[in-house]
């Protein structure tokens, strides 16, 4: 039983930083991809930046690129959000997804997290 668990999520001023992590169990992810996305309010869900577990691709949407980083702890099982210079517009819920296509889509990672809520005050 695969499991992603989300957390860090929390009330930041804009200009500051915060990371969330991803917690996985229960699956192997090596040569695959793990991505962070998100969704406000009355939005559709949007990529953020995706990581495969070797490290060798990494992709980020145009509107975190240079604020924001994708990263994961040596066993492999725990993926990072780096979030710097935050902006109101960041606000949302940020979701964790993990399988076995390097995508920005969505609907190609099958596992998911409950996700954790990010505000950003201006």
């Known amino acids: 039983q695969v499991s992603l668990t989300e957390s860090g999520g929390g009330l930041v001023q804009a200009g500051g930083s915060l990371r969330v992590s991803c917690v996985t169990s229960g699956g192997t992810f090596v040569d695959s991809a793990v991505g962070w996305f998100r969704q406000a309010l009355g939005k559709e869900r949007e990529y953020v930046a995706v990581?495969?577990?070797?490290?060798?691709?990494?992709r980020y949407s145009d509107s975190v690129k240079g604020r924001f980083t994708i990263s994961t702890n040596d066993a492999k099982n725990i993926v990072y959000l780096q979030m710097n210079n935050l902006k109101p517009e960041d606000s949302a819920v940020y979701y964790c997804a993990a399988g076995t296509v390097f995508s920005t889509t969505s609907h190609r990672y099958p596992y998911w997290g409950q996700g954790t809520q990010v505000i950003v005050s201006s």
């Open positions: 990581l495969s577990w070797n490290g060798r691709d990494t």
